[in-house]
């Protein structure tokens, strides 16, 4: 297995419900470093697993969906606990989505699966990772 990773940035703030969160109940701030991770069986024509340009773009693209805001205030996530966890998935799940719509050229039509890695801190990181549907681009 092949694989390429891209690596971006992004701070927010957000707060949890619940007892087992304890002062993170509370409003307060995260900066991650997230790692976007590209996976395919063979290389491509071109010897590529993607453009990392591209990839690049995608992901810049898609954090700055999120990037220095609250995302308490976001109606999407209404009700939710935005963890690193979720986020991880939310993150997964917009990548995806562009993949499918060709954001990432025709070559990214071999790629089999995708890992989203957020790191909170030089300690702690989550992440979610799961197969692509073939030819999902």
């Known amino acids: 297995m092949y694989s390429v990773?891209?690596?971006?940035?992004?701070?927010?703030?957000?707060?949890?419900?619940?007892?087992?969160?304890?002062?993170?109940?509370?409003?307060?701030?995260?900066?991650?470093?997230v790692d976007l991770e590209f996976r395919r069986a063979a290389l491509d024509a071109d010897g590529?697993?993607?453009?990392?340009?591209?990839?690049?773009?995608?992901?810049?693209t898609v954090l700055g969906e999120f990037?220095?805001?609250?995302?308490?205030?976001?109606p999407e996530f209404e009700g939710r606990n935005t963890t690193t966890e979720f986020m991880a998935r939310?993150?997964?799940?917009?990548?995806?989505?562009?993949?499918a719509a060709g954001d990432l050229g025709p070559h990214?039509?071999?790629?089999?699966?995708?890992?989203?890695?957020?790191?909170?801190?030089?300690?702690a990181w989550a992440a979610y990772e799961a197969a692509l549907p073939a030819g999902a681009a």
């Open 5 to 33: 990773n891209v690596r971006d940035h992004f701070m927010i703030a957000h707060s949890f419900r619940g007892e087992a969160f304890g002062p993170a109940q509370r409003l307060h701030g995260a900066t991650y470093v």
């Open 48 to 60: 590529m697993v993607v453009d990392i340009a591209l990839a690049t773009e995608v992901l810049r």
């Open 67 to 74: 990037n220095l805001r609250n995302l308490d205030d976001d």
């Open 90 to 99: 939310v993150i997964f799940d917009r990548v995806a989505s562009r993949i």
């Open 108 to 123: 990214a039509g071999g790629l089999s699966g995708l890992r989203v890695r957020l790191n909170e801190s030089h300690v």
